[in-house]
T-cell receptor, first 116, second 114 residues
């Protein structure tokens, strides 16, 4: 069974440019998460989807970040415009069911973003 | 509100000796608690989870953790460290509700001395 797929794995952009990350969760997993992980820190939840619905986006900086999960399968996270402080690893995870956070999350390898 | 505190940013033990990684939490709801491991250049992987069943939880690779409500702790232990255990470990708290928040600790880096 394929795991969570993320692309690209690495991205280097200049500040003020837009960038997008793509995630394909494990087949059949209803819940999808996007996290931001700064160097030496734990992941911080940006947004959680249950099927197509964003059930928790309270930590998503909505002035520059947006996300979508059309058809309740794969998802895209966008930053526009990127700032220097956005340099981090962006992780996608998925889990089966919708039991409000009690399920195991399966993580992708992440996208390492560098903003110059 | 929820929070999680990993009390040690770095733990170093000798191979074959016990491992203790400490985690304290706070939660307004009955929490689910997890330990994840992150090896260099690899994705996060679940070690074990507590979801209101047995308070002593056994995970993969010989790790276990005990949920102590009175102490609000969920420490991770292993009787005998192996070189392959060197990694970053994250304690995670999540409330068991539809409006749950998922909070990762700041991580504990485990080093194993030969």
């Amino acid at each position: 069974e394929a795991g969570v797929v993320q692309s690209p794995r690495y991205k280097i952009i200049e500040k003020k440019q837009p960038v997008a990350f793509w995630c394909n969760p494990i087949s059949g997993h209803n819940t999808l998460y996007w996290y931001l992980q700064n160097l030496g820190q734990g992941p911080e939840l940006l947004i959680r989807y249950e099927n197509e619905e964003a059930v928790d986006d309270s930590q998503l900086p909505k002035d520059r970040f947006s996300a979508e999960r059309l058809k309740g399968v794969d998802s895209t996270l966008k930053i526009q415009p990127a700032e220097l402080g956005d340099s981090a690893v962006y992780l996608c995870a998925s889990s089966p069911g919708t039991s409000g956070g009690a399920n195991e999350q399966f993580f992708g390898p992440g996208t390492r973003l560098t903003v110059l | 509100a929820q929070s999680v505190t990993q009390l040690d940013s770095h733990v170093s033990v000798s191979e074959g000796t016990p491992v203790l990684l400490r985690c304290n939490y706070s939660s307004s709801y009955s929490p689910s608690l997890f330990w994840y491991v992150q090896h260099p250049n690899k994705g996060l992987q679940l070690l074990l989870k507590y979801t209101s069943a047995a308070t002593l939880v056994k995970g993969i690779n010989g790790f276990e953790a005990e949920f102590k409500k009175s102490e609000t702790s969920f420490h991770l232990t292993k009787p005998s460290a192996h070189m392959s255990d060197a990694a970053e470990y994250f304690c995670v708290v999540s409330a068991y509700s539809s409006a749950s928040k998922i909070i990762f600790g700041s991580g504990t880096r485990l080093s194993i001395r030969p």
